[in-house]
């Protein structure tokens, strides 16, 4: 197939597609990983209702991962192999977590109750598992994969960062779906969610321009500092705005419960662009651009054509389904 | 093994995710349609025996596709982490093959299974049905796409190399690849009969343990009718596949057959320990004729030998045995299916004896097996090639140390193991349980009594009028 726009664009067009894939999975499943995880804090019936939340759309949210590399296989392959290869370990920790949890919703229902308990450790242990070696790679991406003790430090950071954000999100998502006593804990997780993600973003954004020198120069230099300048800002308001919205006695109505979520996926979408501008237009730090590694434009072409028709239409009946499983999340019942 | 070879460890990593993988959608392919079949059945005779069949089998369905889903991805990240090679090389043509399976299927099974498990109380029936269908459509495209892009690994074709990399010439080549229409067929098929078999085992497992209902005497004669008409299908299309790829890969059914000299009257090999040092076999059993029969349909007929191919075909005992063993539980199968459905036919589930039942619960995962062989036929005969003529396998291997994919290889095979064993277990005792009770049961069970059906369960899924 002839490339029907300019080869130029194209490596751009797939990096940004790239990028709305992981920014969606990091939100999406990121409130899933975080129900996993805070599902440690609950017993019984409320750790079922957890669960119950997120049953009927994990799986579709889980699929933005596998969109996000398949676009990093197809588009970019040389630096899909070597990013992979890269990050080898951390890779098998993330799958390995993404098994053990994935798989954890149907055995816990199916089981005999006395194993239970067993897929619920699988259940909470996988989206650990999964959160640590997802936040573990982005530190390790960000430095360029450097192997020194100070980088594996800064790895750390970034793997408990990211089980803030995603303890964060998740403690929204049960704000969103549940109703009164859970409810109220989880505004008390998002609470303590809330300080330890704007602690950790605070930290790596810190971190960062220190540990790259290109980092540095690409945010603290005129005019540029200027136009970045929103990302903190609005960043920081945000944070504010949540902690005092999440202080006040709770509203009888519940009609603003979604608004600790949609602030969360702000947060998250901020962070990301701040990551994005960063990188731009590497697609490994300092080594790889996006046009060194892109695949031919025959193929970027082919490709392309699909995404323009079926991606709204994927976006169509995700929509769909959470409107089918709006309200206040209850147990599920296959019937 | 005195050193760890980091190339025989990826592809036995490779094999062993790819093997824990296929058995799922193997299962769900299949099933997702007969589920369908089982609610339409209902929604036209309102016999409530059908929907107990159903609500017994989407539990199945469910596990299976939570399995299948979880390894999948597994796979999508080991083209990165062990062979780099491949992407590089031929991504061109198998990138978009892939961006198609996850664009066209993936999210389609994905959205509509929360639909399709958890909604039934929640949407109108037809949405429900509809659901249903594009999970079923969303199983069998993704197979469409993944069995495309497998097909044009073995038979390459609508491309051009460029400094050694893949370019696509044309796309209705590249998908229509000269052994894609044998291989999807094929492959639909086996996973019509493991899903038959599957099926029977567990209700005669379920009959055997005295729970008699009509839904489980429904499911086990649907069942047999499935497997005694698919049978005879899958022995024709394999006929024609071999013949396919006597024609595009030669020193692969050369090595099905145990066949080392390129001559003819050769005959069917149905027992022999083929030595590939001495370049011959031993203690061999065979039909006169018999192969040269079948690859050409002539006693005369020239069958290719191994000996034409020296130092590039495939590892032989693998691939003689896998075809043995397959071919093997494809006949049991035929025998076992029109047996029980001969027993059957007029007086019912009455009509099995004892033993034939509890056989058909031995075979409940024959599909898997056969299905197994299959494949390692195929993927084992393609060797040295990862890509016919194009991409040798060695070629494509990554660069991490061997320890890692050893430490990597061992804990997988870890969790996989007790995932089957899991997996196995809880399909057993959901069948114990014969919990497909007409009265609806929460997923996950309150303490405090637990919540029934908000309406009654006759009413949504009753004709609509």
Redesign the interface.
């Known amino acids: ?1 002839e490339p029907f726009i300019d080869p130029f664009w194209l490596p751009v067009i797939f990096a940004g597609l790239m990028g709305l894939s992981i920014l969606l999975y990091v939100i999406l499943d990121g409130y899933d990983l975080g129900v996993g995880m805070l599902s440690a804090l609950a017993r ?2 409320e750790r ?2 957890m ?2 939340s997120i ?3 994990w ?2 949210n ?2 933005w ?3 996000g ?3 990093l ?3 970019f ?2 630096a ?6 890269q ?3 951390p ?2 920790v993330m ?2 977590g ?3 949890r ?2 954890a ?3 816990r ?4 109750p006395n194993r239970k308990h067993l897929w619920d450790k699988s259940f909470i242990g996988g989206s650990l598992m999964a959160t640590l070696a997802q936040g573990y790679m982005l530190g390790a991406y960000i430095l360029g994969f450097d192997q020194s003790l100070g980088a594996v430090l800064f790895c750390l950071l970034a793997a408990a960062g990211l089980a803030a954000g995603y303890v964060f999100v998740g403690a929204c998502w049960l704000i969103y779906k549940t109703e009164g006593a859970l409810q109220e804990r989880s505004v008390r997780w998002a609470r303590l969610g809330l300080w330890a993600t704007a602690a950790a973003m605070a930290a790596v954004s810190l971190v960062t321009p220190l540990l790259s020198q290109r980092i540095f120069d690409r945010w603290f230099s005129l005019p540029e500092i200027i136009a970045l300048l929103p990302i903190p800002m609005m960043s920081a308001v945000l944070f504010i705005g949540l902690a005092i919205f999440l202080s006040r006695p709770k509203r009888h109505d519940d009609a603003l419960s979604w608004v600790p979520l949609a602030g969360a996926g702000t947060v998250f979408a901020l962070g990301f662009i701040g990551i994005a501008y960063s990188f731009y237009p590497y697609v490994i730090p300092d080594r790889l651009d996006i046009w060194q590694a892109a ?2 434009p ?2 970027l072409s ?2 392309l054509v ?2 323009v028709f ?2 709204p239409v ?1 976006l169509g ?2 929509l ?2 959470h409107w ?2 709006r309200g206040k999340a ?6 | 093994m005195s050193e760890l070879d980091p190339f025989i460890l990826s592809r036995i990593q490779f094999a062993a995710n790819i093997s824990f993988h296929i058995l799922f959608p193997t299962i769900t392919i299949a099933l997702g349609w007969v589920l369908l079949a089982f609610k339409l059945a209902f929604n036209r005779t309102g016999n409530e025996a059908w929907m107990d069949a159903y609500r017994f089998w989407v539990k199945v369905f469910a596990l299976s596709f939570a399995m299948g889903v979880v390894s999948g991805i597994t796979m999508s990240f080991q083209f990165g982490t062990n062979w780099p090679g491949f992407m590089e090389r031929v991504g061109n043509i198998a990138g978009p093959l892939l961006a198609y399976e996850v664009l066209t299927a993936f999210f389609l099974e994905a959205v509509f299974l929360g639909i399709m498990l958890f909604g039934f109380r929640r949407v109108p029936n037809w949405v429900h049905t509809l659901a249903t269908v594009l999970v079923a459509a969303g199983t069998t495209l993704s197979a469409f796409w993944i069995l495309v892009l497998n097909s044009w690994m073995h038979t390459p074709a609508g491309f051009e190399l460029r400094d050694g990399v893949v370019h696509a010439t044309n796309w209705a080549q590249v998908i229509f690849n000269p052994s894609m229409p044998y291989r999807l067929t094929h492959m639909l098929i086996a996973s019509g009969l493991t899903v038959a078999f599957l099926i029977a085992g567990i209700s005669a497992y379920r009959w055997l343990r005295g729970d008699r209902g009509d839904g489980v005497a429904k499911a086990l004669r649907s069942a047999i009718a499935m497997a005694a008409l698919l049978i005879p299908v899958q022995i024709l299309v394999g006929d024609l596949h071999g013949l396919n790829t006597l024609e595009h890969q030669p020193a692969k059914v050369a090595a099905m057959e145990g066949n080392w000299e390129t001559r003819p009257n050769v005959p069917l090999v149905l027992f022999a320990i083929p030595d590939e040092e001495a370049r011959t076999n031993h203690l061999e059993i065979g039909i006169p004729n018999g192969a040269s029969l079948i690859l050409k349909h002539d006693p005369n007929g020239v069958v290719p030998g191994l000996n034409d191919f020296v130092g590039e075909h495939p590892p032989v005992a693998p691939v003689f045995w896998g075809f043995r063993v397959m071919v093997g539980i494809g006949m049991l199968m035929l025998l076992v299916s029109w047996f029980t459905w001969w027993k059957i036919r007029r007086k019912g589930m009455e009509g099995a004896p004892r033993w034939l039942l509890q056989l058909l619960v031995g075979m409940a995962f024959s599909g898997w097996v056969a299905t197994l062989a299959g494949w390692y036929v195929t993927e084992i005969g393609r060797q040295p090639w990862l890509v016919t003529g194009v991409l040798t396998t060695k070629d494509a291997l990554g660069p991490v140390p061997a320890g890692m994919v050893a430490t990597t290889l061992i804990l997988y095979l870890a969790i996989y193991a007790a995932l089957l064993a899991a997996y196995v277990l809880v399909i057993f005792q959901l069948a114990k349980r014969g919990d497909a009770a007409p009265q609806g049961k929460p997923m996950f069970p309150m303490p405090g009594g637990g919540e029934g059906p908000a309406r009654p369960l006759r009413e949504p899924l009753a004709p609509a009028e």
């Open positions: 197939m019984g019936e079922d209702l669960v119950a049953g009927p759309f799986d579709a889980e699929t991962l596998v969109l590399i398949g676009l296989l197809v588009a392959p040389i899909h192999g070597i990013i992979l290869t990050l080898y370990l890779v098998f799958l390995a993404l098994i053990l994935g798989v919703f149907e055995f229902a199916k089981a005999e695949a031919s025959e193929a082919i490709i699909g995404t079926v991606l994927i009946y995700s769909l389904a089918i499983f209850t147990h599920l019942s296959y019937y």
